[in-house]
């Protein structure tokens, strides 16, 4: 890690200035111009960053918007092409899966990086919260969207592994291209940078960007009325994003951080009894449980399991929602405390999901019935059961009828 403080602190919008080191980010700054063999890249603006990449905004020459995912120089990205490039030899590609245009790599102060490029997708958060957009009519579909990229993925042997969550979802924006980027640009003002002033002089001064810009929501811009007044007709298509921790079924597993939030009980139980010790390689069904997740944070605009953390107040959590100890985590569970004398039945489950009925119905302006949250309701629970042997497939889960219904959500 670069010991190096600047003047000015970043906040939680910007990433760290100790990623701009050997091994780490690629310094980007706005106009920059990336190429491949195949075209040319100008960045425009942030779209967001990760543990191990960043994501710029860019336009190529002949005025398409593209996303950039720049990847630091000490991950290992050739696996994600893998990834994409199996998924193209097995036509067709999902629809419900980003795709992957051109990838190329980028010498940098900092190392070699790859870069990958995307169609642009915005995130859902954005535009269907259902107290506030009328994105939400689009909701059902979005879910029903993401639930056959999963079920595609499977088919091809492909697992999304450790990070299937609602922030690895996004929407396809078919109408970006009509418009141009100074309209675009406008619409956000000039860029709010953080100018990076190292208090001391680093060893590298190349190694780091000269400041750090927030990241902007495309999605939020088209959705304004007198922008884009179709846009909220859709229909909305949901895209399956970030493969970085996709595994071929069956086949070797790279241990890989998991979030808690999502994560299924048979992993976490390994993560929080034997921290050090390699996870469990995940498989179709940890995935089907992380869908149940997503889905419920997207519909509800909250995590089903708050606060999320690999220790035991997350089994206990995992458990009261499933009405069920497994055998496996009997010995652990009697050995600890705040474990065992937790009530476990399934009738504590139906009140736990009873209380949540209540809590997504609440509220003058809520559009939900108590019917369609029962029904959903219903379905989640099907797939958040602690023994994956009895979860069903992301291909089943396709079909239930919850996702054929009309209204609101």
């Not at 199996?86 to 590609?93: D, T």
């Not at 496996?328 to 050995?335: G, H, I, L, Q, V």
């Not at 219903?378 to 994956?388: A, I, K, Q, T």
Request: glycine fraction near 6%; charged fraction near 20%; proline fraction near 8%.
């Amino acid at each position: 890690m670069v010991k190096v403080s600047i003047l000015w602190g970043a906040d939680d919008d910007l990433e760290g200035i100790h990623h701009y080191t050997s091994g780490g980010f690629h310094p980007i700054h706005l106009g920059d111009v990336l190429s491949s063999a195949n075209a040319e890249y100008r960045i425009l603006q942030k779209l967001g960053r990760g543990a191990f990449s960043t994501a710029w905004l860019a336009q190529t020459r002949s005025e398409q918007f593209v996303a950039l995912k720049i990847c630091s120089a000490n991950s290992n990205p050739t696996h994600e092409v893998g990834i994409f490039e199996r998924l193209a030899r097995h036509p067709p590609v999902p629809e419900n899966v980003v795709k992957l245009l051109d990838h190329f790599t980028l010498q940098g102060p900092n190392g070699i990086h790859t870069v990958l490029v995307h169609n642009v997708l915005g995130n859902p958060s954005d535009v269907v919260d259902p107290a506030i957009y009328p994105g939400r009519k689009h909701v059902r579909k979005l879910c029903h969207d993401i639930t056959i990229g999963l079920a595609a993925l499977h088919e091809q042997g492909i697992v999304h592994g450790v990070d299937l969550h609602s922030d690895n979802v996004g929407i396809a924006l078919p109408t970006l291209n009509n418009h141009s980027f100074t309209d675009l640009l406008d619409h956000y003002c000039q860029p709010e940078a953080l100018l990076v002033l190292p208090k001391k002089v680093p060893e590298n001064p190349e190694a780091l960007p000269r400041y750090l810009v927030r990241p902007i929501s495309v999605i939020e811009y088209l959705a304004k009325t007198e922008v884009d007044p179709s846009f909220f007709e859709g229909p909305f298509q949901g895209q399956i994003m970030d493969l970085g921790n996709a595994i071929i079924a069956d086949e070797q597993f790279t241990p890989a951080c998991t979030p808690a939030a999502v994560c299924a009980p048979e992993i976490m139980f390994k993560c929080v009894v034997c921290p050090e010790e390699h996870a469990s390689p995940p498989t179709r069904a940890s995935d089907v449980w992380s869908l149940a997740c997503t889905i419920f944070e997207i519909v509800c605009n909250t995590s089903l399991f708050h606060f999320a953390s690999p220790n035991d107040t997350l089994l206990g959590d995992m458990a009261t929602m499933c009405g069920e100890v497994p055998d496996e985590w009997r010995s652990y569970w009697e050995s600890r405390e705040g474990l065992r004398d937790k009530d476990i039945s399934p009738e504590d489950a139906e009140a736990e999901w009873k209380l949540r009925l209540q809590q997504s119905i609440r509220g003058p302006r809520n559009v939900r019935t108590e019917e369609d949250i029962r029904e959903l309701f219903g379905m989640l629970r099907s797939m958040l059961v602690m023994d994956p042997a009895q979860r069903p497939s992301a291909a089943e889960m396709a079909k239930h009828p919850w996702f054929e219904r009309e209204g609101l959500v």
